[in-house]
């Protein structure tokens, strides 16, 4: 897989900082690692000026090339555990998922009203997030170290209860070493 990065040539040394972090910390191995499902298919990434902010579309990454690089490598790691979350590990596809999903129809975020569905799949993202992060040594898993970014995302409630089993199932089940 590779990252085709099309920015504007003001970005453009940015954009080979950001390539060269992407061959040094390789998101898709990584996460590869953390969720046994390999990527294979490539990504775009453009800039767009979302702030701290990042969203993808297709295979396509948005997110501020006026951000730090490790920062904009954080967005890589988010959006993509986003789609191997859908593609590859596909959870809404599973029948006792889509069944649990209707039961908590009702289930809103506290601040976004986002449903359930959106709750857990992006707390699932940050947790990915979290992952890859660890395997770097750029933020270790200590819920203090987190719980800003599951309440940016509006998330902290799901996960803060995830947080827990996801430290453990990482602790235990993933090489702790640095890359």
């Not at 061959?23 to 701290?52: F, R, S, V």
């Not at 857990?120 to 203090?144: D, F, N, V």
């Amino acid at each position: 897989m590779k990252y085709k990065i099309k920015v504007a040539t003001q970005y453009q040394g940015t954009a080979k900082s950001l390539e060269k972090y992407l061959q040094k910390y390789p998101p898709a191995e990584i996460l590869e690692e953390i969720t046994g499902c390999q990527w294979d298919k490539d990504i775009e990434i453009e800039h767009k000026n979302l702030g701290e902010a990042a969203n993808f579309s297709g295979y396509k990454f948005f997110f501020s090339f006026r951000q730090p690089v490790d920062y904009m490598w954080i967005c890589v790691c988010h959006e993509l555990a986003h789609l191997i979350l859908r593609e590859k590990i596909q959870w809404k596809k599973n029948n006792r998922t889509s069944e649990f999903l209707k039961l908590v129809k009702s289930y809103r975020t506290p601040v976004m009203k986002n449903n359930f569905a959106y709750a857990y799949e992006q707390t699932m993202a940050i947790l990915l997030q979290a992952g890859c992060e660890k395997k770097i040594e750029r933020r270790p898993l200590h819920w203090s170290a987190w719980e800003k970014t599951f309440l940016a995302m509006d998330v902290a409630e799901l996960g803060k209860r995830l947080w827990p089993q996801f430290k453990k199932f990482f602790n235990t089940n993933i090489d702790g070493r640095g890359y």
